[in-house]
């Protein structure tokens, strides 16, 4: 059996699961780190007060009723792309930047910082990012200045710019306004090292765990840019499915996949993950 015709499965039985009012993304189990097995003792519920704290439980929301299963109904076309491009420069850009990573001149002060959309809208689902766009964040838990945009944008509006910012993430079309900071790769990686090196000082992981989990999300970025995605309703789904896909492939290890979980839940835990 090909790996697509089983991850097509995958999502069937996913989906085919969602009858109840609320649908809960399946929650990664905390992983022991090989080479820090102590350092689980400092992730506790106290810690990640500050900007970013409360991301686990915003990955873990469950959809409401109303937005489960839901599939955009719009062909992500030239047309379609079109009308996003126009949506996203008149209401988004300012806050999630050129290149929908967060980083829009609005964004500044903001708490939590708006998302990396062009990334995490391909891990999540039709259902999950349409309903957050909808409702936007002002309910718990994610406690966010996102206005509920189905009371601005009609439904097409807000499919058309769910298929831009994809297309974003993904490559397909080119930034084309001037609402952020273009982040190089050097200056992406320089913030990722930043990230690991405030967790090592922190005592959550050591330097080499956090050297496997940026060698990690390496190959998952490949993954991704090799057309891997929508494989679940929110990262909670899909990054299993890839570790385990890297896994099969022979490109990380099972004992390099463990380490990634391990360190990316202490990131999410206390905020550091942004």
């Known amino acids: 059996m090909s790996k697509k015709i089983l991850l097509m499965i ?17 929650a990664v189990p905390p992983t022991v780190s090989p080479s820090n097995t102590e350092a689980t003792a400092n992730t506790g519920g106290g810690m990640g007060a500050g900007m970013g704290g409360n991301m686990r439980d915003r990955h873990h929301a ?25 949506v996203y420069e008149t209401h988004c850009v300012s806050c999630h930047g050129d290149e929908a990573m967060g980083d829009g001149p609005a964004a500044v002060g903001l708490d939590p910082a708006p998302v990396p959309i062009a990334r995490t809208s391909r891990m999540m689902g039709d259902d999950y990012l349409f309903y957050r766009v909808s409702e936007g964040g002002s309910m718990e838990p ?7 945009w189905k009371d601005i944008l009609d ?12 297309a974003l993430g993904s490559g ?11 982040m190089s790769a050097e200056e992406e990686a320089a913030k990722h090292a930043e990230m690991i090196a405030a ?9 080499e765990d956090g050297d496997v989990f940026l060698a990690v999300h390496d190959e998952i970025n490949a ?27 022979g490109r990380i290890t099972q ?14 835990e206390t905020g550091l993950m942004q």
Do not use: K
């Not at 439904?155 to 910012?165: C, G, H, K, M």
């Not at 990634?260 to 202490?266: A, G, I, R, Y």
């Open 10 to 26: 995958v999502l069937v039985l996913s989906l085919a699961a969602c009858g109840t009012a609320e649908v809960e993304p399946t």
């Open 62 to 86: 469950p959809i409401p009723e109303e937005y489960t299963a839901v599939a955009n109904p719009i062909e992500a076309d030239e047309a379609s792309l079109a009308r996003g491009a126009e």
């Open 142 to 148: 994610f406690n966010s200045s996102m206005p509920a």
């Open 155 to 166: 439904e097409d509006a807000r499919w058309d710019v769910l298929n831009y910012v994809r």
């Open 172 to 182: 397909d079309v080119e930034p084309q306004f001037r609402g952020g900071v273009e």
């Open 199 to 207: 967790g090592v000082e922190q005592e959550l992981f050591t330097q």
């Open 223 to 249: 993954l991704q840019e090799e057309g891997v995605e929508e494989m679940g309703s929110g990262p909670d789904e899909m990054l299993p499915l890839m570790l385990s896909m890297l896994v099969e492939d």
């Open 255 to 268: 004992e390099e996949a463990d380490t990634f979980t391990f360190v990316h839940d202490s990131l999410e």
